[in-house]
């Protein structure tokens, strides 16, 4: 029974191979999970459907599928479809042999691949193949990915082959930082969520009509409540960071300016329609080593602190892990983007398309503020806004942001709005 790669919803076409989890004459069971998949949004495991033995893997890793192609040939196959009757029509009928020799010239590399040759013995990978997370060790390294010999499916180079670095003639060498006059450079194509990344920004930057807005924020208070906390919050087996409040306050605010929980639709001749939402799920921008991934927590008016906190920390952890499903990236209504934890003074983020609206998060840094016509060291952050002038007009933007910045000045005034929220 062939393996195919299933409809993965959310509009999703294709997707890069990004591992196998197994190899030809492996036995697999059915619900197995024998590949990884990134699309577009996340990265996803592909069960079989049967048991069998693996003949071949139609796509190398690194290659794009679409949905519906065949990904995997097993011979002796008995699908049970979730627990009915063997077809014993699939196992008793192995694929012809005659396909794999002459596949059709669209299934061409769904061929066998030959035994790879001798590689040579020189250093240079001129075409080094590598996934991400490969790609980043090696930049952080130091080390140049052509200088490394692949021991993986054509070449391919693995963690391994960068952790014994850089090799000619099978022997180590000497490697230099840099070399007078060179003009090296590595070509990569854009895929998976690198793609989409680059797809989303250039549509909400050609589309939206953009404006910025900013102010500072001082959390002197909400820092003292918060360490407060943090000995019931470790009872409690989480970490709460400024984050949760910042949602609540976001999110009590969307409730009195719903434009800037709202969604556009373009028309023939442009914005056809606001689709103000109802709902409030926000979506948590995460640096991760394949890109910046929008994952979701979801009806944030329904939560309190502590969950809003677990929901942060393990969506975050599920992010960098390449774990989160489309669940977790699908719905969001209003969109922070936290680069606190980097620094920068502020910069307004991109949009993220079709939303109206998207809040930065940056570093809490100690400056001299007036407080009751004194000067003192407080706990000063700035937000930053992008939002899309087609829908939210500035006063309300400057509304929103006052109010939220009120919340977070004044914790004592945020807590009475969540009363009865689960706090």
């Not at 407080?371 to 000063?380: A, H, L, N, P, Q």
Request: hydrophobic content about 40%; some cysteine.
């Amino acid at each position: 029974m062939d393996l195919k790669l299933p409809d993965l919803g959310e509009g999703v076409m294709e997707g890069e191979v990004v591992k196998w989890l197994v190899k030809p004459g492996d036995h697999v069971k059915e619900d197995q999970v024998v590949l990884e998949i990134m699309t577009d949004k996340a990265t996803v495991e592909i069960p079989t459907k049967a048991d069998g033995v693996v003949q071949e893997l139609v796509f190398k890793e690194g290659e794009i599928a679409k949905v519906g192609q065949i990904m995997m040939r097993l011979e002796g196959s008995t699908s049970t479809g979730k627990g009915g009757a063997p077809d014993r029509k699939a196992a008793a009928a192995p694929a012809p042999q005659a396909k794999a020799a002459a596949p059709a010239p669209a299934q061409t590399k769904a061929a066998p691949a030959p035994a790879p040759a001798a590689r040579p013995s020189g250093p240079v990978n001129s075409d080094p193949q590598a996934a991400p997370a490969v790609r980043k060790f090696a930049r952080d390294k130091g080390i140049e990915l052509n200088m490394i010999r692949g021991s993986g499916p054509n070449g391919r180079i693995l963690l391994e082959d960068v952790e014994k670095g850089p090799s000619a003639g099978g022997g180590g060498m000497s490697f230099s930082k840099g070399v007078r006059g060179s003009r090296e450079e590595e070509r990569v194509p854009v895929r998976g969520l690198r793609k989409k990344i680059s797809e989303k920004m250039t549509t909400s930057m050609r589309t939206v009509a953009n404006y910025a807005y900013v102010e500072e924020c001082d959390l002197t208070e909400l820092g003292e409540l918060r360490r407060s906390l943090k000995p019931l919050a470790e009872k409690m087996g989480t970490k709460v960071s400024y984050l949760p409040f910042i949602f609540k306050a976001c999110t009590i605010a969307l409730k009195e300016f719903p434009s800037m929980n709202a969604a556009s639709v373009e028309g023939e001749h442009g914005l056809s329609e606001i689709i103000y939402k109802k709902y409030y799920n926000l979506g948590l921008a995460v640096d991760t080593d394949d890109g910046l991934t929008v994952a979701v927590v979801h009806d944030v008016d329904c939560k309190g602190i502590w969950e809003i906190a677990r929901d942060i920390n393990e969506l975050g952890a599920k992010a960098r892990d390449r774990k989160l499903t489309m669940d977790d990236l699908k719905g969001s209504t209003f969109t922070i983007s936290n680069a606190g934890t980097i620094g920068g003074l502020f910069a307004p983020p991109i949009i993220n398309y079709p939303e109206a609206a998207i809040m930065g998060v940056h570093q809490i840094k100690k400056r001299p503020m007036v407080v009751d016509g004194e000067i003192k060291i407080r706990d000063v952050i700035y937000l930053s806004m992008s939002l899309d002038h087609r829908v939210v007009d500035g006063a309300v933007a400057a509304r929103f942001m006052n109010r939220v910045v009120g919340l977070l000045q004044d914790p004592k005034m945020l807590l009475v709005e969540m009363m009865g929220e689960g706090f």
